[in-house]
């Protein structure tokens, strides 16, 4: 077996500049570097988690030989994840001649600036839409700047501006485009098949060759902090201040990031984003179709990865309860063994999961429902797009001939410790006739399976009577009566 080739550099383009840096804190964020060490003060930190969009930057990556730019949150962004990439800042945009680009003239034209603080990245963020969709709708801008926050207010003015975008044409010489070709062979280039390896003993930064390479390193360093998309870990550092070092970055790993299906399986290697996997998903398994679209911003959906929230085991983890609910297995690999368990099986306790030292999750298999079953999840929040949830219930049923519970598997997030099955109340639907008399009955078995806690998202009480309240929705959905959903403002209009 040959040799693993070590590089002691991090490579990738800036705007249209290579860089080559043989120092680098395993825990340097993207935005620090722009602005401490290259002085491109656009890229702005607001909330430094991810939430604001301020720091909205592009990131360009090859994907099966393909060059994909996504919006991406600067701040909670490592410096060592972007190995091959091309990272692109608002101050590419202009041109040489000093003419605004298409998208920051919009802007100006329609009065979409005010403060100016968030400006940068609602120009990233709608450069980002308008690359692949020139013309889009309004719910396509929404759903593009769910992560970018205006202080003062003017959406109405945004909005405006991202609908004329398109009335102004590629006229204007557009960076991304005219570099496209160059780029992407230049990011070529930089693929030399090589680890990456900056510092010494503890405070190390590791990028993995392929994934083979990267079950060696976790085998060998099972106290390294593993980085996905950061998008959680990235906060263990701007906001807990917590040392995370070693740090070994897989989300650049191809091998990590297909999506297939097979005999009625998806299979989600652990490296796939939501961005990835909604669209095959969201075909497949409908309802998963709007709970990712309102899994935090675009720039995070860009960036988190569907085995990155299982294997960080949070208790308000998103895809979990719908997984667990589905049937879900997981493949969880150390060297080159490999072993699968029920997705269920797999979160102990808060923060203990069923991971042997140097283990790491591989993959993860989602059942598509059969023919008749009924599936659904609900997710309760404050607010609507980007917020964390407080309470999540998943529900699958299968009725037998003669309208009774034949199967039912509910599962939550946000009740307990771990995400967990609701047993107690499974057991109370199952046999029994698929009707209101009985799921009311059913409803009273919650407190046998969750003793949920108050925090800053929700009471105990909250929960408790939400998590019910769900499972009656379920009901009234699955007997046809559709109940009443939230709809965009342009929809309810």
Same mark, same amino acid.
């Given at each position: 077996m040959a040799k693993t080739k070590i590089r002691s550099q991090l490579r990738f383009i800036l705007n249209g500049q290579d860089v080559a840096l043989d120092t680098v804190a395993p825990d340097e964020t993207l935005l620090d570097f722009l602005r401490l060490s290259r002085s491109l003060k656009g890229t702005k930190e607001g909330c430094a988690e991810g939430d604001c969009g301020a720091c909205t930057v592009l990131v360009g990556r090859l994907s099966a030989g393909t060059l994909v730019y996504e919006s991406v949150n600067a701040c909670i962004r490592f410096l060592g994840s972007l190995d091959g990439t091309h990272v692109v800042t608002v101050e590419h945009l202009a041109g040489t001649d000093g003419h605004l680009h298409p998208v920051q003239q919009a802007m100006v034209d329609f009065h979409g600036s005010q403060? &100016?603080? *968030? =400006?940068?990245g609602f120009v990233m963020s709608l450069y980002g839409l308008w690359m692949k969709s020139p013309d889009p709708s309004n719910a396509e801008i929404e759903k593009a700047l769910q992560g970018n926050l205006c202080r003062c207010t003017g959406y109405e003015a945004i909005m405006r501006a991202a609908h004329a975008i398109s009335t102004y044409g590629k006229a204007s010489k557009d960076p991304l485009l005219a570099e496209r070709k160059a780029i992407t062979q230049r990011l070529t280039a930089l693929r030399d098949g090589a680890r990456v390896e #900056?510092? $010494?003993g503890k405070h190390r +930064? #590791?990028?993995? @060759?392929d994934v083979d390479d990267f079950a060696k390193l976790r085998t060998a360093l099972p106290e390294a902090t593993v980085v996905a998309g950061s998008t959680d870990v990235g906060l263990w550092v701007t906001k807990q201040m917590r040392d995370i070092t070693p740090v070994i970055f897989i989300g650049g790993l191809e091998g990590l990031q297909s999506i297939t299906e097979d005999k009625g399986t998806v299979t989600i290697g652990a490296g796939v984003t939501y961005t /990835? !996997? +909604?669209?095959l998903l969201s075909k497949r398994v409908p309802a998963l179709g709007p709970l990712i679209e309102r899994i935090g911003g675009q720039q995070v959906r860009n960036m988190g990865t569907i085995g990155g929230n299982i294997a $960080?085991?949070?208790?308000i983890g998103d895809t979990p309860p719908p997984l667990i609910a589905l049937g879900s297995t997981l493949t969880l690999r150390k060297g &080159? %063994?490999? %072993? =699968? #368990?029920? +997705?269920?099986?797999?979160?102990? @306790?808060?923060?203990k999961q069923d991971r042997k030292p140097g283990e790491f999750v591989e993959s993860v298999q989602v059942?598509?429902? @059969?023919?008749? /079953?009924?599936? @659904?999840?609900?997710k309760i929040t404050k607010r609507r797009d980007e917020d964390i949830t407080a309470s999540l219930g998943a529900f699958k049923l299968a009725l037998a001939k003669d309208g009774t519970v034949k199967a039912i *598997? #509910? !599962?939550? &997030?946000g009740m307990a410790a771990t995400p967990k099955r609701a047993s107690a109340v499974e057991k109370a639907l199952i046999g029994k006739a698929w009707t209101e008399e009985t799921v009311l009955a059913a409803m009273e078995k919650y407190a046998e399976d969750f003793a949920p806690l108050t925090d800053m998202r929700a009471t105990a009480d909250y929960r408790a009577l939400a998590a019910r309240n769900l499972l009656l929705r379920f009901y009234v959905e699955t007997t046809g009566t559709k109940a009443p959903v939230q709809v965009s403002r342009y929809e309810a209009a």
């Amino acid at each position: 077996m040959a040799k693993t080739k070590i590089r002691s550099q991090l490579r990738f383009i800036l705007n249209g500049q290579d860089v080559a840096l043989d120092t680098v804190a395993p825990d340097e964020t993207l935005l620090d570097f722009l602005r401490l060490s290259r002085s491109l003060k656009g890229t702005k930190e607001g909330c430094a988690e991810g939430d604001c969009g301020a720091c909205t930057v592009l990131v360009g990556r090859l994907s099966a030989g393909t060059l994909v730019y996504e919006s991406v949150n600067a701040c909670i962004r490592f410096l060592g994840s972007l190995d091959g990439t091309h990272v692109v800042t608002v101050e590419h945009l202009a041109g040489t001649d000093g003419h605004l680009h298409p998208v920051q003239q919009a802007m100006v034209d329609f009065h979409g600036s005010q403060c &100016g603080f *968030c =400006t940068p990245g609602f120009v990233m963020s709608l450069y980002g839409l308008w690359m692949k969709s020139p013309d889009p709708s309004n719910a396509e801008i929404e759903k593009a700047l769910q992560g970018n926050l205006c202080r003062c207010t003017g959406y109405e003015a945004i909005m405006r501006a991202a609908h004329a975008i398109s009335t102004y044409g590629k006229a204007s010489k557009d960076p991304l485009l005219a570099e496209r070709k160059a780029i992407t062979q230049r990011l070529t280039a930089l693929r030399d098949g090589a680890r990456v390896e #900056i510092g $010494n003993g503890k405070h190390r +930064l #590791i990028v993995p @060759a392929d994934v083979d390479d990267f079950a060696k390193l976790r085998t060998a360093l099972p106290e390294a902090t593993v980085v996905a998309g950061s998008t959680d870990v990235g906060l263990w550092v701007t906001k807990q201040m917590r040392d995370i070092t070693p740090v070994i970055f897989i989300g650049g790993l191809e091998g990590l990031q297909s999506i297939t299906e097979d005999k009625g399986t998806v299979t989600i290697g652990a490296g796939v984003t939501y961005t /990835e !996997a +909604l669209g095959l998903l969201s075909k497949r398994v409908p309802a998963l179709g709007p709970l990712i679209e309102r899994i935090g911003g675009q720039q995070v959906r860009n960036m988190g990865t569907i085995g990155g929230n299982i294997a $960080n085991g949070s208790p308000i983890g998103d895809t979990p309860p719908p997984l667990i609910a589905l049937g879900s297995t997981l493949t969880l690999r150390k060297g &080159g %063994r490999r %072993r =699968t #368990i029920p +997705l269920e099986k797999f979160f102990i @306790a808060y923060g203990k999961q069923d991971r042997k030292p140097g283990e790491f999750v591989e993959s993860v298999q989602v059942p598509v429902p @059969a023919k008749g /079953e009924k599936f @659904a999840v609900y997710k309760i929040t404050k607010r609507r797009d980007e917020d964390i949830t407080a309470s999540l219930g998943a529900f699958k049923l299968a009725l037998a001939k003669d309208g009774t519970v034949k199967a039912i *598997c #509910i !599962a939550y &997030g946000g009740m307990a410790a771990t995400p967990k099955r609701a047993s107690a109340v499974e057991k109370a639907l199952i046999g029994k006739a698929w009707t209101e008399e009985t799921v009311l009955a059913a409803m009273e078995k919650y407190a046998e399976d969750f003793a949920p806690l108050t925090d800053m998202r929700a009471t105990a009480d909250y929960r408790a009577l939400a998590a019910r309240n769900l499972l009656l929705r379920f009901y009234v959905e699955t007997t046809g009566t559709k109940a009443p959903v939230q709809v965009s403002r342009y929809e309810a209009a």
